[in-house]
């Protein structure tokens, strides 16, 4: 069975610290997801990472995908406000492109 | 501009009723699904539809059952709903193979009284 964990679930930062998220899965996969949620609102796809090594980048959030060690980070760079939200990571599961959620990371930045 | 689209934000139900959540998607996507959110917990598949009529079970399908009568639709009925079923309900869409990036509606808010 696909478990998916992220910590930490709770993160609460200073403007314009650094920080890291991670991910990490139990089976392999070479495609895994990012999400955003904010409060009261659907998720939004962030990023997309579909082989070992990728990295992609928007704004002050980088994401990178180990799928040797089975574990995806996102990166924040000197925080701001309007990076409060949740944050997800999603892997595919079985047949029909069935994703398995990570509990989410909670994010506030803090002026 | 895609969307998924779910019929309700917001809905109370009593215990005992029969609840319906509709979900329609625009992007002609083979792959439907229902989630329920819950703090602490992350997003758990209840149900999860993979073509026209036909459907598999998900974490937690307990208490619920689906319909996908037409390609763009995905229903999720709660047979009689109870107070354990109140949360936050997540319909998403993907298409088949390749990037199977998933676009989500806005969620319906269920409280069962």
């Given amino acids: 069975e696909l478990k998916v964990e992220q910590n930490p679930l709770f993160l609460s930062m200073q403007e314009g610290k650094n ?30 990472l579909l082989s070992n090594g990728a990295v992609k980048q928007e704004g002050r959030l980088m994401a990178s995908l180990d799928t040797k060690a089975r574990l995806s980070t996102l990166h924040i760079t000197a925080a701001v406000h309007d990076l409060s939200a949740t944050y997800f990571c999603a892997v595919d599961g079985e047949y029909g492109n069935k994703l398995v959620f990570g509990a989410g990371t909670i994010l506030r930045v803090k002026s | 501009d895609v969307k998924v689209t779910q019929s309700s934000r917001y809905l109370v139900k009593r215990t005992g009723e029969k609840v319906f ?32 009529k036909m459907k598999e079970k998900g974490d937690i399908p307990e208490g619920y059952s689906v319909s996908r ?21 997540l319909c998403a ?4 193979g390749g990037d199977t990036e998933a676009f989500f509606g806005q969620g319906t808010r269920l409280t069962v009284v």
């Fill in chain 2, 93 to 96: 869409s993907t298409n088949s």
């Fill in chain 1, 19 to 48: 920080y890291t998220i991670y991910c990490n899965y139990s089976t392999t996969s070479d495609r895994l997801y990012w999400y955003r949620q904010d409060p009261g609102k659907s998720l939004e796809s962030l990023f997309v």
């Fill in chain 2, 21 to 52: 959540l509709e979900c329609v998607q625009d992007m002609d996507h083979e792959n439907m699904f229902w989630y329920r959110q819950d703090p602490g917990l992350g997003l758990r598949l209840i149900y999860f539809s993979y073509d026209v």
């Fill in chain 2, 69 to 89: 009568e037409k390609k763009e639709r995905f229903s999720l009925i709660l047979e009689s709903a109870s107070t354990n079923q109140t949360s936050m309900y």
